[in-house]
């Protein structure tokens, strides 16, 4: 960075300051001329971005070749990092454990997570759990 704009860009003071002498047109002009030339940075390292991910990918198929791997090879093969596939468990619903039956409606509960209000309130009138049990 030039020196001449590095203590600009760090210090909204300074930048206010060496700005207070332009007019509105002028600050203007400096934005869109600053616009055009932050467009064509992040271009330019987009590019090398790009570039050096075709390096990195050309070594790796090498690589690959070299030891004989195959891309499909590499399918169901899951590292230390890699996820394994969702267990049945996941996204199962539970049974309810738990029943009470208040003014006519009957409330469910499987015993996990937090108490409903209802069961709660059962519980703060002094009655268990194994009062509501599912048997």
């Known amino acids: 960075m030039p020196e001449s704009l590095a203590p600009l860009v760090r210090s909204k003071l300074k930048l206010r300051a060496a700005a207070k002498g332009l007019s509105s047109d002028d600050v203007a002009r400096l934005i869109t001329g600053l616009s055009s030339i932050q467009k064509t940075l992040l271009e330019k390292e987009a590019d090398k971005a790009a570039r050096s991910k075709r390096s990195k990918i050309a070594k790796i198929k090498a690589m690959m070749d070299e030891a004989g791997i195959d891309p499909s090879d ?62």
């Open 74 to 135: 590499l399918k169901g093969a899951k590292g230390k990092r890699g996820r394994a596939k969702s267990t049945k468990r996941a996204g199962r619903k539970v049974p309810p454990k738990y029943r009470l039956v208040v003014d006519g409606k009957e409330h469910l509960w499987t015993g996990r997570g937090r108490a409903p209000r209802v069961f709660q309130a059962h519980f703060d009138a002094g009655k268990s759990k194994d009062s509501c049990k599912i048997k």
